[in-house]
């Protein structure tokens, strides 16, 4: 019997480069995606949380008949630690006024409170209202609070009916801007919790190419 030589024809140096190229290619676009992928889970994640503990507070008002403040502070405290939020019952069935903390969070530290100067400003009646932190009351001021009233409502100053409670209705930008900077380098991850002062109602948008959009896109 004749053995026939078998002959394997193997990669040549070539193909073996072009395939290394295309999956270097391919996994740099990954590393990338994955990248704006992490920051937009900050910005949707603190929104999520934010919008949670104003329900928390309009509810706890509500059920207990009781007002209750929310503190959003954005600067550093005694610990090292900015994007604080407080939430506090106000028993005002009690002599003194009793004030109690029922609950302190911090948010993720290398996000931004604050609408991004490269964030256009909405001026339309259907979209969010300004940044609070823009708005002449609060411009300047690094830590701000506001009342959910029992019933509903929101008001800044003081809790309703009490002598300069105002209603509060104004915006909360969660941005990718850590340290707090004027820019941010994707203004389409940034996120708007919105808070309307006749119903405590919560309405959240997503930012796109300089139009905002309602809704949860991507929450």
Sequence with gaps: MILKK??????????VLVVLAITLILATIAIAGFGGFRKNIKTVKTANTLTALFQQARQRAITNRIPHSVTIARDFDSSGKRNIITISSIDTTKTPIKT????QEYLLQDISFMRPTNVALAIA????????????????????????????????????PVSGSNPFTASFFISDAPGGVSTT????????????????????????????QTGNKNF
Excluded: H, M
């Design 6 to 15: 078998r002959f394997f024809k193997g990669f040549s140096t070539l193909e």
């Design 100 to 103: 109690d903390v029922i609950r």
């Design 125 to 160: 009646s259907n979209l969010p209202p300004e940044d609070v932190f823009r708005q002449t009351a609060f411009i300047g001021q690094n830590t701000i609070t506001i009342f959910f009233n029992i019933d509903g409502s929101v008001t800044s100053g003081n809790y309703f």
């Design 185 to 212: 380098t994707n203004p389409n991850l940034t996120r708007v919790v919105s808070l309307y002062a006749s119903t405590g109602g919560v309405k959240t948008w997503s930012y796109n190419n300089g139009t905002y």
